[in-house]
Structure formats: C-alpha cells, structure tokens
C-alpha cells in the first residue's frame, strides 16, 4: 500500500483520540523495519502499546519522529540534547520541503544527559498527513525549538513510516 492511502487511512483511524498524561518504559521492544537513518519499532508498556518511526543519534541526545499509543493516538516525538533546565511545555517549529508546521509539545520525564523527551500530541490530521508525506518524500527536517535548531536526516524514512503505519492499524483495530 503506498504512503499515501495509509495517510488516509490512518488519518480516518486516529480521528478524536486524546493526548496522553504520562511516559514510561516499554517492557518489551520489537524493531518492524531499519532503513538508513531511520528504524520502525512496536513496543509493548504496561498500560498498552505503541508504535514508533524515528531517527535518533545516542550520541548527541537527538531524536526526531511519530509515535502512535494506544488509546491515545498520534504523536510528534523529539529527544533534544539534555539542558540543565527546559520547560515543561515549549513550541515547536517543523521546517521541511518548504513548509513550516507549528507545535507545542509537553516534556516528559526528567532533563537527562540522553536528553529530554518532547510529545507533540497531533490536532489536525489533515496536516498531519501532509506532514508525514513530505517527511517519506524529505532529506532532511529542521526543528527549531528552545532557542536552538536540530537538523535531522529522513534517509530511509519512507520504509520506516510504512511499518509504522502498519502497525499503527494493527493497534487501532484491537481497540
């Protein structure tokens, strides 16, 4: 199926889902696809599961992709480089191929030296949709956020965003 009917459809699955209250750690982990930069994981928490596509670099903190969880739906995650301090909400701009999508994300979890853990919770699935297609069709993403931009590499994207979306339906439909 290509990107774009399970845009759609996905879009038509995640409609009304609320944002989430808390994060934890995944028991259990199993990687779905691995493409260049970018990995698509199912993951399995005490309160449910999750399905994740992202790029992420151990070694500077940085992390960029969607998550869908269970019961709650859709989001934008980030992992920015670990700050002494960082609010507990900021705004985020996505820029990518010539558009710019505008968030404003929740920190999870504690500033740590593998850096902080952002969810961005999707309101409009429209742009969402339009978001995900141009990150499956991008080279890179910038996001600026905290008085700092991250540049993120989206070689392989398009592979890991098809699990991703796969596993996205699979979830959704045992609801």
Not at 36 to 43: H, I, L, P
Not at 54 to 70: H, P, R
Not at 107 to 136: C, H, N, W, Y
């Amino acid at each position: 199926m290509n990107i774009s009917k399970q845009l759609s459809i996905c879009a038509i699955l995640l409609f009304g889902l609320s944002a989430p209250t808390s994060a934890t750690s995944a028991s259990a982990t199993l990687e779905l696809a691995r493409k260049k930069d970018w990995v698509a994981e199912w993951s399995l928490y005490e309160e449910g599961s999750s399905c994740l596509g992202y790029t992420a670099n151990e070694i500077t903190g940085k992390m960029f992709g969607i998550q869908f969880i269970e019961g709650m739906g859709p989001f934008v995650m980030l992992r920015i480089p670990w700050a002494s301090s960082l609010p507990k909400e900021a705004s985020f701009l996505i820029h990518l191929e010539g558009r710019t999508y505008d968030f404003r994300g929740r920190a999870f979890g504690e500033a740590k030296p593998s850096g902080t853990m952002f969810l961005l919770p999707v309101e409009d699935l429209t742009r969402f949709s339009v978001l995900m297609q141009d990150i499956a069709d991008g080279n890179r993403v910038i996001v600026s956020s905290l008085a700092s931009n991250q540049s993120y590499s989206l070689a392989g994207s398009k592979v890991a965003l098809d699990a991703f979306f796969e596993c996205a339906k699979k979830i959704y439909t045992q609801d």
